[in-house]
C-alpha cells in the first residue's frame, strides 16, 4: 500500500482544557484549525477510496535552524534571537504568561525517518511535542540569557484566537520509541549559532550566503 506523511497541528486541540493533550482531545476552533480537521478527512477520503495509508503528525512549536523568520509575525525563537542580538527590544504580545510546547527541528525529523520505516507508524495519528511547556516571558529570558543582553520586551496587545496553553501527550510517539533528545537550552544555543552564522550577515555578503 503507497504510504504518506502529513502534517496536521496542534491547533486542533485549541478548545481544549486537557494537559497534557492526547491525541483523542480533538477541538478545533479557528479557520487554521478546521481546515487541518478538512485535511484529515481528506486523507481518510484518500485511504478508503484510494488505498493511500496515511500518517498524521500533530505538530506543537517546532524551533530551530531555518526556521521562517520573515514572517509578519515571526516564531517567538527567532524573533528574539534577532532582536535581541541586533539590540532591539523585541516585541511580546500579551503579557507573556501564555505556555508553548516547544520541540527541536532534529528531533522532529527523527520520527520523519522512523514512519518510513516503521510499519507501527502506518495508519496513525501522533503528537511531535518534548512533553514540556514554558511560557513566553521563560523563552524570553532564557534567549536574553544566553545572548547576555539586558534589554526589555516591548509589550503589544494579545493576538486574537491563540490558545493559552499547548502541551503534548507523547506517550504515543514515546510507544515506539520515539523521544525527544534535545534540551530547551542546547536547541536555543544551536538556534542563535545558526542565526548568527546564516542570519545576522554582513549586508555584503548577503548573497554569498544564500
Known sequence: MRKVVYAESSALYEGSSVFPTPEGEVTPESFYALSKMAERHFAEGYRRFQGLNATALRYFCVY??????????????????I???????????????????????????????????????DGGTFNLGSGRSYSIREIF???????GSDLEPVHADDLPGEAVETLADISAARALGWAPRTGL???LRRSIDYIRERVLIPEGEAGAAR
Open 64 to 81: 530551530g535552524p531555518r526556521q521562517d523568520y520573515r514572517r509578519t509575525i515571526p516564531p517567538v525563537m527567532s524573533a528574539f534571537i
Open 83 to 121: 532582536k535581541l542580538s541586533r539590540g532591539v527590544c523585541p516585541t511580546i504580545y500579551g503579557t507573556g504568561e501564555k505556555r508553548r510546547d516547544f520541540v527541536y527541528v532534529d528531533d522532529v525529523n527523527d520520527f520523519h525517518l522512523q514512519c518510513l520505516n516503521d510499519p507501527r507508524t
Open 141 to 147: 529570558e532564557a534567549v536574553r540569557r544566553l545572548l
Open 185 to 187: 537550552e542546547e536547541g
